[in-house]
């Protein structure tokens, strides 16, 4: 038998401060990073776009995820770094919650990315979203975590 879906009870869970960083890398190639340092991209500015698409997201992540808690967000701080081929986005998401903030950082990264590929589609048909991935989280009952170290 298969078991219903529903969302997790977190009634009786206390708020604490819960952080999540996430991050994706979206592969443009050589040319495409030099037309987004020159702000040379006909749509416009492709990172101050992504971010703000980011932001949006974060906010708008339990309608996207059908089983996500609404949260009230007290930070979506968003980064770029731009590479030699790739942009890496870097997103920390921050709430004072009863459930964690990480859907809200993945999910920021993920329409970063994929607001980078629509604003830089026209110069390739080649470019590729990847590493979509939790970094770290702090707060709640399951404690902390940061990729790739035993806590």
């Known amino acids: 038998m298969r078991q219903k879906l529903g969302m997790i009870d977190i009634g009786g869970k206390q708020k604490t401060l819960r952080i999540a960083v996430a991050a994706a890398s979206v592969k443009l190639g050589q040319e495409i990073i030099e037309r987004i340092r020159n702000n040379d991209i006909p749509k416009g ?51 004072t919650a009863k459930t964690g903030v990480e859907m809200e950082a993945l999910c920021a990264c993920s329409v970063a990315a994929l607001t980078i590929y629509d604003m830089c589609k026209m110069f390739s048909k080649a470019i590729q979203i990847s590493n979509i991935e939790l970094l770290e989280k702090s707060g709640g009952k399951s404690g902390s975590y940061k990729k790739g170290v035993a806590l």
């Open 45 to 95: 500015d492709v990172l101050e776009t992504a971010r703000i698409a980011a932001i949006l997201a974060a906010k708008r992540t339990p309608q996207l995820l059908p089983l996500c808690h609404p949260i009230e967000l007290e930070k979506v701080a968003v980064d770029f770094s731009l590479k030699e081929d790739f942009v890496y986005i870097e997103v920390t998401a921050k709430a």
